[in-house]
């Protein structure tokens, strides 16, 4: 395989750029245990794994050549983006932590993390011009493919998971009425800002 290094730090990078992903997992770091959070986490690398594999696969040459294919895709992402935002924007504050440290379960954070991931196209082009950057075609194509993505989504996990850990010492703060209302607002108005941006973006 070519450059294996780079394409480490090329993933991380772009994997470390605060998009839903992350905001989500700030979220959930700071509003829930640190389980839940590991499971929105592990939800988001799953998706990611998920499309990779679709990005080999006709599903992404489909979206790469058919602009109504994408434009469908894409649409059905920004919606999903914009609900989060607003179910976000719109949660109600809790004097009580501990009822709402358990307000999702496990499956939930995974789910959600999940759904960002596999109902927003863009990854999947971006895997489709990132790879074939990085495979030699003196090597086995299956067996790189397969480290290429798991690299990535070990990334994911790894990166994540310090966002998690940074945004836990705000906790105590941000768990306050005042501050998680403050947090609701500002993650709601980041993710439909995300929708939004998605739904006019181009391929």
């Not at 750029?17 to 986490?41: D, H, M, V, Y």
């Not at 592990?42 to 499309?51: D, H, N, S, W």
């Not at 992404?60 to 895709?73: D, Q, Y």
């Not at 989060?84 to 959600?112: F, H, P, V």
């Amino acid at each position: 395989m070519d450059n294996y290094l780079l394409y480490i730090a090329v993933a991380a990078l772009t994997i470390a750029i605060p998009g839903p992903g992350i905001i989500l997992t700030i979220n959930n770091a700071i509003q829930r245990e640190s389980s839940k959070t590991f499971s929105g986490i592990l939800g988001v690398a799953t998706g990611m794994l998920a499309v990779s594999i679709l990005s080999a696969s006709g599903v992404g040459i489909i979206l790469a050549t058919s602009s109504i294919a994408f434009t469908i895709v894409k649409l059905i992402g920004a919606v999903y983006l914009i609900y989060l935002g607003i179910k976000m924007w719109r949660a109600k504050t809790s004097l009580d932590s501990d009822i709402m440290l358990q307000d999702k379960s496990n499956k939930k954070c995974y789910l959600e993390g999940l759904s960002l991931t596999i109902s927003n196209p863009k990854p999947i082009l971006f895997f489709m011009s990132l790879f074939p950057q990085f495979i030699s075609f003196q090597g086995s194509y299956i067996n790189q493919f397969i480290l290429l993505s798991l690299t990535f989504c070990g990334l994911v996990i790894i990166i994540h998971s310090g966002y998690a850990f940074l945004s836990s010492f705000a906790k105590s703060k941000l768990l306050e009425p005042t501050g998680r209302k403050v947090l609701n607002k500002v993650s709601g108005g980041l993710f439909m800002c995300f929708g939004i941006g998605l739904a006019a973006s181009n391929k």
